[in-house]
């Protein structure tokens, strides 16, 4: 029994924990198929499909930015408010300022970090709690946006929506299917097979012994079974369509910030500061760099968010963002970060954002009204974390503990060492004041 543990283990890319590990990747599943029968077929139809990751992109962009922000120890109210500003700043500098809509992109991306650089400032230097400043950023930036727009609606123009509204284009001869989302979805199939084998080939050299070579066949076929089913939904949609544009942003934002939670320096000392800042500090992480930067880029990825939505909406209107923040933190807890700091993932963040959007799909779909809608998701995030909080309790690893293991980020050691208190908590989770040891 241990032996097939293991294997199994081995195929998930995991050193232990089974295959509960993957819970919120089951409970996603769970409510795919069992909306696709409930709807008779049409959560997965290709345009459905298309659809979700267009409509809840936010979702999906504001999680990555959110889970860092919850990993230290912090939470930002704002999130919609700046996307809010950013939208409508974005909006006037081409409809009034006369900016290429690349230019636009800059300047919003411009906003965006000089919001955070405010709010970043507040929180890591004059140590106001990241609650405080964000939900006075949330009453200072959705009122600069009803001030700068008028409080009404302004449009964008054709070529600027496409970010939020276009697909990647089509080339080649007509094979009923999008010859572009073909192309990609095999070049996705290759960088699977190389990431596995490089992997097998670099725990060889650092003299390790990598897993038998059936399991990594198995997560082969697995990974690229869905990559296959992904590709063939996207690229059987009706003409003219493909894997829109925010997908691929999405795509890439993914990549590079599990790179850099996962492999950097600064992905440790992230971990490092949520999970106990004392032990941080006297390991030498300078937690006020690492809290401004969280703040900062979180403002930047609600820019990003924000500008998505314009061009999916076509206009930059006065209720967008609306809702935004509770929406991003939800996704981060149903993915199973901790209320506390210190755990959570990139990509159990986004299989979180895409529960919670594949639940509000199907129940729409299903015409159940949209208050009951926001009962049933408040529902799903209560029980999330209180099932979280009861492994804890337990004494068993919770979800996202498992899946932190899962996608692998070895843990700067030094930081974990308890400080001498271990059960207590922090004054701050910025507090860098020095300790006394005894």
């Not at 241990?2 to 409510?31: E, H, P, R």
């Amino acid at each position: 029994m241990t032996n097939i543990k293991k294997n199994i283990d081995s195929i998930l890319g995991n050193k232990g924990g089974g295959i509960s590990q993957y819970g919120m990747i089951i409970a996603l599943i769970v409510i795919i198929v069992g909306f696709q029968i409930w709807t008779g077929g049409t959560t997965l139809d290709p345009g459905n499909v298309i659809n979700v990751f267009q409509q809840y992109s936010y979702i999906l962009i504001l999680a990555i930015g959110m889970v860092m922000v919850i990993v230290a120890g912090h939470i930002d109210l704002s999130v919609g408010s700046v996307a809010a500003f950013t939208g409508i700043i974005v909006a006037q500098s081409m409809a009034s300022w006369h900016f290429a809509w690349w230019g636009a992109i800059l300047i919003g991306l411009a906003v965006g970090a000089l919001v955070g650089a405010w709010q970043g400032f507040w929180v890591a230097y004059v140590k106001v709690p990241a609650f405080i400043v964000t939900l006075a950023g949330q009453l200072i930036f959705r009122g600069a946006n009803q001030i700068i727009g008028n409080s009404t609606a302004l449009p964008v123009p054709d070529d600027y929506q496409n970010i939020g509204g276009g697909f990647i284009p089509d080339f080649g001869p007509g094979t009923g299917y999008s010859n572009g989302t073909l192309l990609l979805g095999l070049v996705s199939i290759i960088a699977i097979v190389v990431f596995e084998f490089r992997g097998r080939t670099n725990r060889v050299k650092m003299g390790a012994e990598p897993a038998p070579l059936w399991t990594s066949i198995v997560r082969i076929v697995v990974l690229a079974g869905v990559t296959a089913f992904a590709t063939y939904l996207f690229a059987s949609g009706q003409p003219n369509t493909s894997v829109p544009i925010v997908a691929i942003i999405m795509g890439v934002l993914v990549i590079i910030y599990g790179f850099v939670t996962n492999t950097t320096t600064f992905g440790r000392h992230l971990y490092a500061v949520g999970g106990n800042s004392h032990a941080a500090v006297l390991s030498g992480v300078n937690s006020r760099r690492v809290n401004f930067l969280v703040m900062m880029n979180m403002s930047v990825l609600a820019a990003v968010a924000g500008m998505v939505y314009v061009g999916y909406a076509g206009s930059s209107g006065p209720s967008d963002g609306t809702g935004w923040e509770l929406d991003a933190i939800a996704a981060v807890f149903v993915g199973g970060a901790a209320v506390a700091g210190g755990v959570g993932t990139v990509i159990a963040s986004i299989i979180g954002a895409l529960v919670l959007a594949f639940l509000a799909n199907g129940l729409s779909l299903k015409g159940i009204d949209t208050n009951l809608v926001q009962i049933i998701r408040g529902l799903v995030l209560l029980l999330a974390v209180a099932f979280d909080v009861y492994n804890k309790t337990q004494g068993r690893p919770s979800i996202i503990g498992y899946l932190t293991r899962g996608f692998g980020r070895k843990k700067n050691d030094d930081a974990q060492k308890p400080g001498p208190d271990a059960t207590a908590q922090p004054k701050s989770i910025d507090d860098d004041s020095p300790v006394l040891l005894p």
